[in-house]
Antibody, heavy 120, light 110 residues
Framework: QLQLQESGPGLVKPSETLSLTCTVSGGSLSSNNYYWGWIRQPPGKGLEWIGDIFYRGSTYYNPSLKSRVTVSVDTSKNQFSLKLSSVTAADTAVYYC????????????WGQGTLVTVSS | DIVMTQTPLSLSVTPGQPASISCKSSQSLLHSDGKTYLSWYLQKPGQSPQLLIYEVSNRFSGVPDKFSGSGSGTDFTLKISRVEAEDVGVYYCMQSRGITFGPGTKVEIK
């Protein structure tokens, strides 16, 4: 059974780059059945898809964030990562890593989420 | 981008009574492969969202049959036949052609 766990700094300064890692257990990042992605949720607000990646390297990004986002995979560590550059207070959110199941386009499972605050 | 809207945005339900949430998309969600990629998620307080329904009307593994989904094209509905305390949370619809979510419907118990 797939399980995902986010890790990374909880506080990032404005204009810097937010970096998070998701460790996958119970399955292989090299599966043809999954995309590996990120969703965020500002405090008290709704869900926003950031983007995801297929293990062979194809990436899919939210057009509104595309210029600042990079999602990458490290199959040797069974991890995938998010980088969001030039952050502002508007990027303060709980960041979830998620699995998108190919052909069904459903998000399951989700990580527990990690709060990232952008503040000086 | 496909914009998703939900009504109502909040719902207070007496235990044992039914509830219904509407979700509308700005474009048809019928894909060229014949499928409609509309799913429903429930985010319980303090938890990550969890999948309830996929492809409009298919219940995900372990989801009780009190949850049902219906609709086509641009109009979709999630129904809970008998609301219980454990159903409290925010319900989101999601479309998967360039993923976007509805704003969420907060369900609480009266």
């Amino acid at each position: 059974q797939l399980q995902l766990q986010e890790s990374g700094p909880g506080l990032v300064k404005p204009s810097e780059t937010l970096s998070l890692t998701c460790t996958v257990s119970g399955g292989s990042l090299s599966s043809n059945n999954y995309y590996w992605g990120w969703i965020r949720q500002p405090p008290g607000k709704g869900l926003e898809w950031i983007g995801d990646i297929f293990y062979r390297g194809s990436t899919y990004y939210n057009p509104s964030l595309k210029s600042r986002v990079t999602v990458s995979v490290d199959t040797s560590k069974n991890q995938f990562s998010l980088k969001l550059s030039s952050v502002t207070a508007a990027d303060t959110a709980v960041y979830y890593c998620v699995t998108r199941i190919r052909y069904y386009d459903i998000l399951v499972p989700w990580g527990q989420g990690t709060l990232v605050t952008v503040s000086s | 981008d496909i914009v998703m809207t939900q009504t109502p945005l909040s719902l207070s339900v007496t235990p044992g009574q039914p509830a219904s949430i509407s979700c509308k998309s700005s474009q048809s969600l019928l894909h060229s492969d014949g499928k409609t990629y509309l799913s429903w998620y429930l985010q319980k307080p303090g938890q990550s969202p969890q999948l309830l329904i996929y492809e409009v009307s298919n219940r995900f593994s372990g989801v009780p049959d009190k949850f049902s989904g219906s609709g086509s094209g641009t109009d979709f509905t999630l129904k809970i036949s008998r609301v219980e305390a454990e159903d409290v949370g925010v319900y989101y619809c999601m479309q998967s052609r360039g993923i976007t979510f509805g704003p969420g419907t907060k369900v609480e118990i009266k």
